[in-house]
């Protein structure tokens, strides 16, 4: 199956400090991705679906500036949480669907750990 | 927008029975079912999907069930192993690629050997 690699897969970092992370699409061109929020033993939250070459579109009650999302090409779009607070510890993935693919299924990131101290 | 309900959020059997997971969903236009699987600490891996031309598929020991009408769809898992501990989410979506997937709440399944 299809390659997305997301990266850092473990970040700690202090609270006001921004993370990056990185979601890449290896093996195919991807000009949807999904970014979702998980916390321990819950579902997948999807945050914001992250368009290529143009804004993304947040879920209701995903604040915008708080997560800034970039798709700068068909194959990686990443995540920057600003100012980041103990509260936005979690687990991200990404996630995206081959283009014209048959399956319509959804791969996914290895996820991100966001620990904020 | 959909909204997809999944029951139950934990369930426990004994090795060799059968696991049955149920979700419902909202969205009348949602036509791609599957069903992820996941390990703690991993991303979410495909086991089985379905689509709403079908009402039933099967793979080995999982099998996957679909009724349009009453909007319903279930994850059937026969003979069960202690490496199926683990949790499995549903999904709903339309097929087409720049769609979002929505997920169920999750069911935690334990096998005990």
């Known amino acids: 199956g299809a390659v997305v690699s997301q990266h850092p897969s473990w970040v700690i970092c202090k609270s006001g400090t921004s993370v990056k992370i990185e979601c890449r699409s290896l093996?195919?061109?991807?000009?949807?991705m999904f970014w979702y929020r998980q916390f321990p033993k819950q579902s997948l939250m999807l945050m914001a679906t992250?368009?290529?070459?143009?804004?993304?579109?947040?879920e209701q009650g995903v604040e915008k500036d708080k997560f800034l999302i970039n798709h700068a090409s068909l194959t990686l779009s990443t995540l920057t949480v600003t100012s980041a607070h103990p509260e936005d510890s979690s687990f991200y993935i990404c996630?995206?669907?081959?283009?014209?693919?048959?399956?319509?299924?959804?791969?996914f990131g290895e996820g991100s750990r966001l620990t904020v101290l | 927008g959909e909204n997809v309900e999944q029951h139950p959020s934990t369930l426990s059997v004994q090795e060799g029975d059968s696991a049955v997971i149920k979700c419902t969903y909202s969205?009348?236009?949602?036509?791609?079912f599957p069903w992820y699987k996941q390990e703690l600490g991993k991303r979410p891996q495909l086991i089985i999907d379905?689509?709403?031309?079908?009402g039933e598929k099967k793979d080995q020991r999982i099998a996957v069930t679909l009724n349009k009408t009453a909007k319903h769809f279930s994850l059937h898992i026969t003979e069960t192993q202690p490496e199926d501990s683990a949790v499995y989410f549903c999904?709903?979506?339309?097929?087409?690629?720049?769609?979002?997937?929505?997920f169920g709440t999750g069911t935690s399944l334990t096998v005990i050997p």
């Open positions: 999904a709903a979506s339309r097929a087409n690629t720049g769609n979002q997937f929505y």
């Open positions: 969205d009348s236009a949602s036509n791609y």
């Open positions: 093996d195919f061109q991807a000009t949807t």
């Open positions: 992250s368009n290529e070459g143009s804004k993304a579109t947040y």
């Open positions: 996630s995206a669907r081959v283009e014209g693919g048959s399956t319509g299924e959804l791969f």
């Open positions: 379905i689509r709403s031309n079908v």
